[in-house]
C-alpha cells in the first residue's frame, strides 16, 4: 500500500503528544490519515524569504512527517491575498462584485503552483497517492503530471463550486477548470457543487459526462463525487464534557443572568453573512421586546486574511452595525450583542455551544460549515439548542432538521429566531436526535477513508468511449471551447443524481 502525500497551502504540524486536542478537526483527521498510511504533509509555512529557494523543512512530529517550504513577499501577495484571496475566494461564493481579475494574480497563482511541484515532486515515490486540497492548488496536477508523475492524485475542494454563467467571468477559466482534471478524483463538499462542476464540464469544455458522473478526459478517467466532510465527533463530544468546557459553559451561563444565548462562531469573512445575521438580529429585537430583553447573542469572529481590503471593510461594517443595534435595545444593565473578535481554544468553544440555546449559522454560501456540527455534537441531548441554518450552507444537505433559513432575509432569520426561543422541548429533541445521528455518522473519519478509497480506485481501465472533443493546449478564448449541441443537452443538474449527503 502507497504512503499519503497530502498537499495544502498551509500545514498544520502535530502538536507534541498530549497536546493534541489543540488542534482543528480537519489537522487532526489528516493527521490520522498520514499515520496509519505514512507519508508527507506538504505546503507553504506560512513564513516569508527573500528569495526563493525550495528549500525544504523536513520536521516529524507525533508519528507525522511535515514537508513546508517559505513564499517570496510577491508570491504571497499574488498568489495567496491575490488570486486565491481576491479572485477565486470570492467567484467560488458567488461574489463577482467582489473578484478582482488582475493578471500579475494569474501569474503569481500560477508560479507558486510551480514551485510547489518542483519542491513537492522529490517526495513522491512511485506508489504513493497524492491529495491535494482546496482552490490555491487547483493546477497542481496538470503541473506535476508534466513533471512526470503518473501515481493516482486527488483533489478535494473545501468551497463550494460557482454556477457556469458566474465561471466563465473568469479570465481562462477552460485552462484552470482543464488541468483540474488531470487528477484522478475530484472531490466536492456536496452534489450542488458537483452538479455545477459538471454542467461546466459538459458545456463549456464540450465533455461527455458518464451516468456514474465520471469524465472521460485525453485517455483517462476522471471521478467526480460529493465527499461531505465532517467534524471528529468523539474528540468534540469529549472536549465538550471536560473541565475545560464545562467551565467555560458555567461562565457564560452566570454572565448572562438567566437570558437565553444566541452564538455565533465564524472566521470575520463576507461569505459569512454576519452583516445580515445582525440585521435579522436587530429585527428580532424591535418587533419581539419581551422575548428580547430575554436573550443575548454572542457572536464569536477572530479576524482572518486582514491584508486583503474586503476584509478590512467587513469589519469595519460590522463594528458600525453591532455599535448602532446596541445603542439601540442596550440598557445599562444588559447589552443585546456581544462581539468577541478572538479565537478560542477547541474546548471551551465546545463549552459555549453547549450553553447557547440557538446556534446561529447564516453563511450566505459556505462549502460546507463545520460550526453547524460542532454546535449540534456539543449539545445536552435531554435539553438540546436550536440550530438555525442558512440554506446555502453546504451543510444544509445533511441538516435538514435544522431550521433553515434564507440569510438575505432578515424577516425571515428574525422569525426563525421567535420560532426556535419558544421551540417546545418534545421538538427539541427530536430535531436534535436526527441531526446528531448524520454527524455522526457522517464524521471525518468517514469523510477521509471515502476519500482516500475513491483515491486508490479501481484498476484505471480504457475509456468507454474517446473524449468528446479535444481541449486547446491554452484555452484562451472561450468560443472555441463552446459547443452549442452539448449545451442544449439536459445536464448533470437536471438529472437525480446519488446525492452523498443524503
Ligand atoms: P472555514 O471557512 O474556515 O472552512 P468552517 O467550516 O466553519 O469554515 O470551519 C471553521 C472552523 O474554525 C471550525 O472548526 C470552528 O470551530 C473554528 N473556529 C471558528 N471561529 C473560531 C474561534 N473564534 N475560535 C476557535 N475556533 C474557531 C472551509 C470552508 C467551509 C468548510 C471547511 C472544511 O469555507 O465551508 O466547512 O473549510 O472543509
Known sequence: MGRLIVISNRVSVPKAAGAAGAQGGLAVALNSALREHGGIWFGWSGQETEEFTGHLDMQRNDGVTTATIDLEPQDIEEYYNGYANRTLWPLFHYRIDLTEYDRNFGEGYERVNERFADSVLPLIESDDLVWVHDYHLLPLGSLLRRKGVKNRMGLFLHTPWPPTRLLVSLPLHERLVASMLEFDVIGFQNVEWLESFLHYVQKELGLTVNPDNSIDYQGRRVVARAFPIGIDYEEFVEAAGGAEARAAHDRLKQSVRGRKILIGVDRLDYSKGLGERFEAYGRFLADNPELAARA??????????????????????????????????????????????????????????RAADIGLVTPLRDGMNLVAKEYVAAQDPEDPGVLILSQFAGAAHQMKDALLVNPHSIEHVSEAIKRALEMPLAERRERHARLL????????????????????????????????????????????AENPAEAEKPTEAEKPAQDQTA
Open 296 to 353: 443575548v447573542l454572542l457572536q464569536i469572529a477572530p479576524p482572518s486574511r486582514e491584508d486583503v481590503a474586503s476584509y478590512q471593510q467587513i469589519r469595519e461594517d460590522l463594528e458600525r452595525k453591532t455599535g448602532h443595534i446596541n445603542g439601540a435595545h442596550a440598557d445599562v444593565a444588559f447589552v443585546p450583542i456581544r462581539y468577541v473578535n478572538r479565537g478560542y481554544p477547541r474546548d471551551q468553544l465546545a463549552g459555549f455551544y
Open 437 to 480: 445521528a448524520s454527524v455522526r455518522e457522517n464524521d471525518v473519519r468517514r469523510w477521509r477513508e471515502d476519500f482516500v478509497e475513491a483515491l486508490f480506485g479501481p484498476p484505471v481501465g480504457p475509456p468507454a468511449e474517446p473524449p468528446a472533443m479535444p481541449l486547446p493546449a491554452k484555452a484562451g478564448n472561450p468560443a472555441e
